[in-house]
């Protein structure tokens, strides 16, 4: 896996590499270049400087120079190429006539050739393009020269490297930028309100994982918000039947049209109970999303609590003829529990279970392992299909809504409270199930540490 910091690596070491063999490369070719000039320069000068001097040794002074080098064949090509200065600076030869006789004493000529006979400087050459150019000295020495054209080859040579660099980092960064420019639009959308929002994941590195957290995020606050309208909804929903019953009923009390009677007095209780129940339910969902659910935990042996579930549901089993039992070795470690709070899930879980099942079985069971202990509810009932399985702890979910037990309607909340409240208790249960032959609902509870 390639991190972040790894292709920052990456990309400085090839700007750096890429700019320094450019380098290199051009410097290194001009240098070449020069130097070979350089030494023929070198090797030039005393042949040129000698011919010069033996006109002038002839003569004993410069006339007839500029005769005598239009004639010299050896100086074909040299002759329009230099300016030759007396010992006084004064401009002897060039082949721009404008500048013959002028005195340059006052210049700093620098460089040149010098032309000497017997120690005693009589007279310099220099390179005619420099001095029609205009510049001060119109040929530095060939030392100078080569240094100077050197440097400026290795300037032009870091500047397009520079220049490189510059292109480099600019499409590096913006490639590993691109990323962070989608996700500040994302979230930049997010916070505007549309939830769900996803963005490209280009690598597996920082922020690779930065975008993939992004997108699960997002679509877990798409969820929940998701969630969180269907709650209310099915809140409003669940609070106005009953409400709408009992206000039929109080209403035709009131005014003389409906006549008291024990059975209806029964259903207005009934329907008063559901509603306090749904409230109760909500109440403890929200204290448990809270993390403040109230629990008063203690050792608790895991059989007796299964007992006590058990024996609570053995008289509607018997009239469903279904058979009840607990399943649990005798020394147990123990969990550290609410009563009755886990009573109210095992309770549950074994509702559930009767409500499913009719003439079979249903299994209460206990298992110790190393740190925690399996609770199971286990019966021989109608079973759940695969895609329910997955929504059976939401809130408000319902199988089938038609599937109501004793005509009272169901909430959907007992297996999300059963839920909250195991895991108020550190604890995780699930749920297994094969349609039409049964389900299985485990429960895991850290034992007691020692
Ligand atoms: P409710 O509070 O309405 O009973 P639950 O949250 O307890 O709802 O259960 C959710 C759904 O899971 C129910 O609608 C029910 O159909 C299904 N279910 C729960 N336990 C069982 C079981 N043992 N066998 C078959 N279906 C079950």
Redesign the pocket.
């Known amino acids: 896996m390639r991190t972040l910091a790894v292709k920052f690596t990456l990309a400085f070491l090839a700007v750096g590499i890429s700019g320094a063999l450019l380098v290199a490369a051009i410097s290194g070719l001009r240098t070449r270049q020069e130097f070979a000039r350089f030494v023929t320069e070198r090797r030039g000068n005393p042949l040129l400087a000698d011919l010069i001097l033996g006109h002038y040794t002839k003569n004993n002074s410069w006339n007839g120079f500029g005769e005598w080098i239009d004639n010299e064949p050896l100086l074909d090509v040299v002759r329009r190429r230099i300016v030759l200065v007396d010992h006084d600076q004064t401009v002897v030869y060039s082949p721009l006539p404008e500048y013959r006789g002028i005195n340059t004493a006052e210049q700093d000529l620098g460089g040149g050739i010098p032309i000497e006979k017997d120690g005693v400087r009589v007279g310099t050459v220099y390179d005619v393009n420099r001095f029609a150019a205009g510049e001060r000295f119109p040929r530095p020495s060939p030392e100078s020269f080569f240094l100077r054209n050197v440097n400026q080859a290795t300037g032009l040579a870091a500047l397009i490297a520079g220049l490189l660099a510059l292109a480099l980092g600019i499409l590096l960064s913006r490639a590993l930028t691109r990323p962070l420019r989608e996700l500040t639009s994302a979230t930049e959308e997010m916070s505007a309100g549309k939830l769900g929002g996803q963005v490209n994941v280009y690598s597996q590195d920082e922020i690779g994982k930065l975008a993939s957290s992004f997108n699960h995020m997002s679509s877990e606050l798409a969820q929940a918000s998701r969630l969180r309208k269907q709650m209310t909804a099915d809140i409003a929903h669940d609070l106005r039947t009953p409400l709408t019953v009992l206000r039929g009923y109080t209403e035709g009390l009131r005014d003389g049209s409906i006549q008291g009677r024990e059975d209806l007095y029964e259903l207005l209780h009934q329907e008063v109970a559901h509603l306090q129940r749904l409230v109760e339910?909500l109440r403890t969902l929200s204290l448990a999303d809270a993390g403040e659910l109230p629990l008063q935990r203690r050792a608790v042996d895991p059989k007796a609590l299964l007992e006590r579930a058990g024996l609570a549901h053995v008289v509607l089993a018997k009239q469903k003829n279904v058979d009840l039992s607990v399943n649990a070795p005798e020394m147990l470690p123990s969990v550290v529990v609410d009563l009755e709070r886990m009573t109210q899930v095992l309770n549950?879980?074994v509702?559930?279970?009767l409500?499913?099942?009719s003439e079979g079985q249903i299994i209460l069971s206990a298992t110790a392992h190393s740190s925690f202990v399996t609770l199971q509810?286990a019966?021989t009932?109608?079973?759940?299909a695969g895609d329910?399985l997955h929504h059976?702890?939401d809130r408000f979910?319902?199988?089938?809504?038609s599937?109501?037990?004793d005509g009272l309607?169901?909430?959907?909340?007992?297996?999300?409270?059963?839920k909250a409240i195991v895991e108020a208790h550190d604890g995780t249960i699930q749920?297994e199930?094969t349609p039409g032959k049964?389900?299985r609902?485990s429960i895991q509870l850290p034992k007691q540490a020692n």
């Open positions: 339910d549950n879980l509702t559930n279970a409500r499913f099942t509810v019966d009932g109608i079973g759940i329910e059976i702890f979910y319902r199988v089938d809504r599937r109501s037990r309607a169901q909430s959907g909340l007992g297996l999300a409270i059963a749920a199930s049964g389900s609902f």
